[in-house]
């Protein structure tokens, strides 16, 4: 299987990214609290997980094409489930032979990806960007191939945090540290604050996750024109559909 390879340059903090992987934590799995969570890529039978292995192929083909490896997934309000799509992503892309994924959470006003993999550790998301522990002791290792990296939400001065110079800079040590084929970020929300504006010049990639019925036109268009004005927006995934199209018809793209 051919892995996808970002340059990412000299390694800064750690010359071996083989040692951050393996001193990470593991995760301890509840797969029944993540099958509840709607955490469908484990369980090949679920005809959902075939709709992410189809987003998977697209998502790896135009990074190959394009010579990406940070994918923000956002949306354009609270609500429309970009933590679900953004951990079945991921798990979906680790399963991959020698494909290394680390999957971040950088909306820090709600803990739905905490909620999602039970974890909440002795350090925040925020302290993690402010540089006030390693990545060894905020990350945990899900898998082989999947690191995960969320906390409790925070409410201090989130946009103010996100837009430092010193979040921009972990953000980028991380990247030198893991070496990961693709760093999966779930994003804040578009038009609920000014928080992922200020996070788009560090992802390269996106996707819009829109919910059927409840994401209007209106909000859908200016979602899809600021992604696609400061990032390589490769699609709208939409979630939440009712209606049987389908077998994937809940995960579109």
């Known amino acids: ?19 951050a992987w393996s001193a990470l934590a593991p995760l301890e799995l509840d797969i029944w609290r993540l099958e509840r969570q709607r955490v469908i890529a484990l369980n090949r ?17 135009d990074a190959r094409e394009h010579g990406w490896n940070t994918l923000g ?11 679900t799509v953004a951990a079945n992503l991921a798990i979906s892309l680790a399963r991959l032979e020698n494909f290394k994924v680390a999957l971040i959470d950088l909306e820090l006003r709600s803990h739905n990806l905490s909620r999602i993999f039970g974890h909440s550790g002795r350090y925040s998301t925020e302290d993690f960007l402010r540089g006030k522990c390693r990545s060894e002791d905020f990350l945990v290792r899900f898998s082989d191939n999947l690191v995960v990296g969320t906390s409790a939400p925070s409410a201090n001065h989130v946009a ?7 979040a921009t800079e972990v953000l ?16 804040p929300a578009l038009l609920e604050g000014d928080e992922c504006l200020g996070l788009l010049p560090g992802v390269e990639a996106s996707l819009l996750v829109v919910a059927a019925e409840e994401s209007t036109v209106a909000d859908i268009d200016v979602a899809e024109r600021q992604l696609s004005e ?12 009712r209606y049987e199209t389908g077998k994937n018809s809940n995960y579109q793209v």
């Open 1 to 19: 299987m051919d892995t996808l390879n970002g340059d990412l340059g000299p390694l800064m903090a750690n010359p071996n990214p083989e040692l």
């Open 45 to 61: 039978r679920d005809p959902g997980a075939e709709a992410f292995d189809v987003l998977r192929t697209k998502v790896l083909r």
């Open 73 to 83: 997934i956002s949306a354009p309000t609270a609500n429309c489930g970009r933590a």
């Open 160 to 166: 103010e945090l996100l837009h430092g110079a010193a």
């Open 172 to 187: 980028n040590r991380l990247k030198t540290e893991l070496g990961a084929d693709i760093i999966v970020y779930n994003l």
């Open 230 to 241: 400061r990032t390589r927006l490769l699609g709208v995934v939409l979630n939440k559909c």
